[in-house]
Structure formats: C-alpha cells, structure tokens
C-alpha cells in the first residue's frame, strides 16, 4: 500500500516485563521504542485511555461514570453480550491510571518492529516447508513424530464435542492521501452510534517517514476467531477437547489452540518452552 508499514490485522504493540520475551524481539528485529497511548472519542471529545484520576477529577466523574462512559458499551459492542455475562480474564483487564498517566501499558518492556513483523516470521521460517490453503483436521493421518496445534481447537477436531464461542474484528484497511490521520496511534470509539470499536494509525506505531498514512477500520465481528469467550460452557468444552488431544499426543498452543486470552509475550514464553522441552 504506496509502500507503508501496515498489519492487515490492525495494530499489535510488543509489551512485557519479562525480560526473556524482550531478548527474543529484540535479537530478530529492529525495534523502535514506542510507549502506546490510546484515546477514547465520546460525545465528540478525546479523552486518555485506560482513564485516569486527574480526568475524573477535572471532569468530576466517579468510578460508574467511568464506566457507563468508556467501558460498558465498548465491551458490551466487541463481544456482543452483556458485560454481566463475560468472565474475569475479559473484565479484569480493565483499569484506572494513576494521577495523570496517559500510557495504555504499564510493562517495563514497551517497542514496535521498525519494519513491522515480516522479518520476523520469515527468519523462524527460513528453511521450512510451508504448505499453504490446506485444511488440517484430526481426520488427517500425518507423518511426522511431532504434531503442534497452534489452529482453532474446535475446528482442527471438527466441533466434535460442539463450536466454542469466539470473537474477532473485521479490519478496513484505508489509505489516506495525508500526512496524519488522528492524534495518536489508536482512538477508540465507545458510543455505539459508530459501528467500529477503535481506529489505528500504523505510522504512529512504526515512525515511518511517509507523505501518506494508512489507517485500520475495526468492526467487531463473531465470525473471525481472534479472542476466546471467558465462559463457562465453553470451558466445559474445551476441557473435553484437551483431553482428546492428550490422548492422541497432539500439542496445543498459542491463543486459538489453548483457548486462552494470551498477549504477544505470553505466546512467545510459551513456544520457547515447547522448544526447551521437545
């Protein structure tokens, strides 16, 4: 795209305060050290997201205030359900800064990949055989002494034990003919009068030198699996579905094959440790 740095799947900013994940970035890219700050665009105006307490001070907001303005409806529109309904792994993310922090995380460890992430897959790659547009399922009998799962954990057993939930996003991608699009990096639109959840602009992440930007639309959406859903039932499922990979010595991995919320270093910790101890 007029050769700007973009991600077709919105924006993914490195943050850790494991010193280990932070090496394994930092030996394979070039990383640009950037502190991620978000706004929240409600009733027309900006405000520093996750919120903080000098803005509820200036606006003289309490806590619910907070909440029913910044984190009930965006919830409530990213994963369609009531936020009654959704588990502690979904709602425990969410947070008040300190006095006047604007940062959106607080790791020791914060950067993003000057020329994004594809030099990054293509050195782990290097040398591999990779076969592309087939499905793998259990069905599949395989030859190898090795089996990782790292795909949807209901579709690779073919939903024998039922669909779990799962949520994602549906990202617009837009080029703009402008040298900046928006105050910072991401802008989240909490009203549910927009559509969309957040806007990111990826030259805000990258620091790339460009007369143009790029920009990322996200819709949420329930047919892309991005995000596990923290609920019971599927917990239920998901437990029936482990077992039947332990008992066919299949390995499963990363969010989609754990069903589990991990971020970026969380994934990375956990393929260093397959690694260690295959």
Known sequence: MAGLIHNPH???IFHTNIEKAAQFMTERLQMRPYVHRVLSFYENRFYPYPPNEAMMKAENWTRNDIYERF???Y???MWG???EELGKDITGRIRINKGNLDTFF????QGHPVKGYDPLFKSLTEGIKIIYGKTI???DKLKGDLLIVTSPLDEYFENAYGKLEWRGMRTEIVLCHQPSFQPVASVNYPEKKFPYLRITEFKKLSGQNHPW????IDYPDKNTKFYPVDRQENMTKVGLYKAAAKK???ILAGRLGTYKYINMDQAILMAMKLAEEL
Do not use: C, F, S
């Not at 607080?106 to 460890?109: E, G």
């Not at 930007?213 to 990322?216: E, G, Q, W």
């Open 137 to 139: 399922t259990a069905k």
């Open 213 to 216: 930007t790029a920009i990322a």
């Open 106 to 109: 607080l790791d020791k460890y």
């Open 75 to 77: 919830t409530e529109k």
């Open 81 to 83: 359900r009531k936020i």
């Open 71 to 73: 984190i009930r409806n």
């Open 10 to 12: 919105g924006p993914h």
């Open 248 to 250: 066919r010595n299949v």
